[in-house]
């Protein structure tokens, strides 16, 4: 059975730093991207950043570059989202996800997907 799961949301204060985890099981880490996309309210899903575990090549969206760091502990089977300088339009839920192809986590589609962890910034 594949799993993702997603942890690490919260609340924080604009300008703060939260680190989300996904860890996965059910299919061979090594050979996949996983990524994050998030959806708010009112607003477009989109992808966030995603990173190819077979070459270590990585995509932020324009929106968080500068500010998250995607990176992997293949060891444990998870993926790590820094993300620091935070801002109230990254307010939104995060989703883990994976397939066999960066470019399907960015434009939505990809293989896997878990449930989501809510990412809350305040002023």
């Known amino acids: 059975e594949v799993q993702l799961q997603a942890s690490g949301g919260g609340l924080v204060q604009a300008g703060g730093s939260l680190r989300l985890s996904c860890t996965a099981s059910?299919?061979?880490?090594?050979?996949?991207?996983i990524g994050w996309f998030r959806q708010a309210p009112g607003k477009v899903t989109k992808g966030v950043s995603c990173?190819?575990?077979?070459?270590?090549?990585?995509y932020y969206a324009d929106s968080v570059k500068g500010r998250f760091t995607i990176s992997s502990d293949n060891a444990k089977n998870t993926v790590y989202l820094q993300m620091n300088s935070l801002k109230l339009e990254d307010t939104a839920v995060y989703y883990c996800a994976a397939d066999l192809k960066l470019h399907n986590i960015v434009v939505l589609n990809p293989e896997y997907w878990g449930q989501g962890t809510l990412v809350t910034v305040s002023s």
């Open positions: 990173i190819n575990n077979r070459d270590g090549s990585t």
């Open positions: 059910g299919f061979s880490f090594d050979d996949y991207a």
